[in-house]
């Protein structure tokens, strides 16, 4: 009795055993008051903490861990400001509809409302972009409450959570026996919980109908989004289009859940395939400005859509023909048994599956005419088509390739080929910029025998270009290429009528300063910086990194003339 009573355990202890309890592995962050305890009480439970420069770029690579490896992302922060820079890895993590946990600490309770110490209502800023926000009252509650926003993360739409810890609850204390016992009930709580995902009542019914529609179809389509890839969906899509013989269309973060080499990817027959398919099938992509919300002018206006997701009310927003709610592997694997029965393939000579051949080869031809040539000064397809042989030559485990930019990102999309799921992440559903170097982090951890290579542009690389320094500290395999032409777009492109006005001799607003060495803020930390103007020095650093697999910064420097404003999307800017 007197041991035990001797022995106790405080609110950071009970957090990291609560934590590792169930089954975090990694978690990122950054520490300062009133959470550095818990980061290391969470590690020496076995949760590995990954301590990140910004809370930004920890909270990004939560968000694509839980992308990675379908488990919650944990993301760490202080109080007030730290808890305000780590909203942009939940919301980001909540739109793209990937599980992560934010924990943070907050002010002391008794002092709330009265300007404590980075004092913030944590539970109302960050309601907007959480299924579940809560707070630990006691140290009792966090056991319970942790396992509870876990479970969230990943329950229906995966998304962001969050847990508030304030600073007494960290401080309390109670006995080892106690700590135990509520880390047990609170672990028997969660095993208990039904883990089957509810069925839909009319998925079998919309079963059939989908496998119809399909079957009567003359110009189908299956949509392969990043839901598919989350869900492990792969073989069992690959399944489908192998056996039926229908084109398959793969969203950004989609492409390779089925091979981008496979003959039936309409990928570089996109227009075609969208604007005259009869039947689309979308599976784990929504129809929204990726998918220009599956409206004329770029679909037919007659087309029938059957989409499968694992929320009803996207079902319910979108009203499509048939509606399948549910997890995107379990449905297809349904899908696959129904037409099995009723076996259908769309034979190579159909005049759909042609007509998507035929338009895929000649604009592959045409951009490899473009690929073909050195170019230099750098344009950004002869890199690219570098870089794009180079990654293949590494063959399987495929590389996770990570884009960030505006036309480092859309060039990259079309270039780079993926022929194994979860080995694209780039801006996601927000398009949002700054992901770059967390996605990095988050990969090398979630993906130890991958290589990680970041093909950035500038601006994104900018965002987060501090976080070298982590994949320097934790030697992390990691390659960064930066696409390096001076500025946001390319720099100064402004117009005659644009360079008026008391600070016309300003730089202009998307410019950098000329010729950056970004190489050098590698180097800086002791890891290999270079800086490439060829195409024979940009190979020689590629094979040179690849094989050393340590952090590396590979400064490319590009025409500052070579992209267009904004990349592909003028039209919003």
């Given at each position: ?267 570089a027959a996109r227009s075609l395939a969208i604007g005259q398919c009869d039947v689309a099938l979308v599976v784990g992509a929504r129809l929204n400005w990726l998918l220009h919300f599956g409206e004329p002018p770029k679909w037919s206006k007659d087309v029938k859509f059957i989409l499968v997701d694992v929320a009803e009310d996207e079902i319910v927003l979108r009203k499509p ?253």
């Open positions: 009795m007197a041991s035990d009573s001797a022995a106790r355990v405080d609110g950071s202890a009970l957090a990291g055993r609560a934590l590792a309890a169930a089954g975090a592995r990694h978690m990122f962050g950054v520490v300062g008051i009133p959470v550095t305890s818990l980061a290391s009480r969470a590690a020496a439970a076995g949760c590995r903490f990954l301590a990140f420069r910004n809370e930004q770029s920890a909270g990004y690579a939560a968000a694509a861990y839980g992308f990675l490896t379908g488990e919650p992302g944990l993301l760490l922060t202080v109080s007030g400001p730290g808890c305000v820079h780590g909203l942009a890895g939940l919301s980001h993590a909540t739109a793209n509809a990937w599980p992560l946990l934010m924990v943070s600490g907050s002010c002391d309770q008794r002092d709330a409302g009265r300007g404590d110490f980075q004092e913030l209502d944590q539970i109302a800023a960050t309601k907007p972009f959480a299924k579940l926000a809560v707070k630990a009252a006691g140290i009792a509650d966090i056991p319970r409450l942790v396992f509870q926003a876990l479970a969230a993360t990943v329950a229906g739409r995966p998304g962001g959570c969050y847990l508030d810890i304030p600073s007494d609850v960290l401080h309390q204390t109670l006995a080892e026996s106690e700590a135990a016992s509520l880390i047990a009930e609170a672990a028997a709580a969660a095993g208990s919980a039904d883990p089957s995902p509810p069925k839909h009542k009319s998925l079998d019914q919309g079963i059939v109908e989908a496998a119809e529609l399909l079957r009567r179809a003359e110009r189908p389509l299956v949509v392969v989004g990043k839901g598919a890839a989350y869900a492990r969906a792969e073989k069992a899509i690959q399944k489908l289009v192998d056996t039926t013989g229908i084109p398959f269309l793969p969203t950004p973060m989609g492409k390779g859940v089925v091979p981008d080499v496979h003959p039936l990817s309409s990928t023909q048939v509606g399948l709610v549910g997890d995107a592997k379990r449905v297809i694997e349904l899908l696959n048994r129904d037409i099995k029965d009723q076996p259908f393939c769309l034979a190579r000579s159909h005049p759909w599956v042609d007509a998507i051949t035929k338009k895929s080869k000649d604009n592959v031809l045409k951009m490899e005419a473009q690929l073909v040539k050195d170019v230099v000064p750098f344009n950004f397809m002869t890199p690219m088509r570098i870089i794009r042989d180079a990654i293949l030559a590494e063959g399987s485990p495929a590389p996770v390739v990570v884009s960030e930019g505006a036309n480092t990102m859309d060039v990259g999309r079309a270039v780079l080929v993926q022929n194994e799921p979860r080995t694209r992440l780039d801006a996601g559903t927000w398009g949002t910029m700054g992901v770059g170097l967390g996605y990095c982090v988050a990969a090398a951890v979630a993906e130890p025998e991958r290589l990680v290579v970041a093909v950035e542009g500038d601006s994104g690389f900018g965002f987060s270009a501090m976080e070298v320094e982590t994949l320097v500290r934790y030697q992390l395999p990691v390659v960064v290429i930066v696409f390096n032409n001076n500025g946001v777009y390319g720099g100064d492109r402004r117009g005659p009528d644009e360079l008026t006005g008391p600070y016309k001799d300003d730089p202009a607003p998307t410019s950098f300063v000329p010729g950056a060495g970004y190489h050098k803020m590698m180097e800086a930390f002791g890891g290999k910086g270079y800086l490439v103007e060829t195409p024979d020095e940009l190979r020689s650093a590629l094979s040179e990194s690849f094989r050393a697999r340590k952090p590396a910064v590979i400064n490319v420097t590009i025409d500052p003339y070579a992209g267009a404003e904004s990349g592909r999307m003028q039209h919003k800017n």
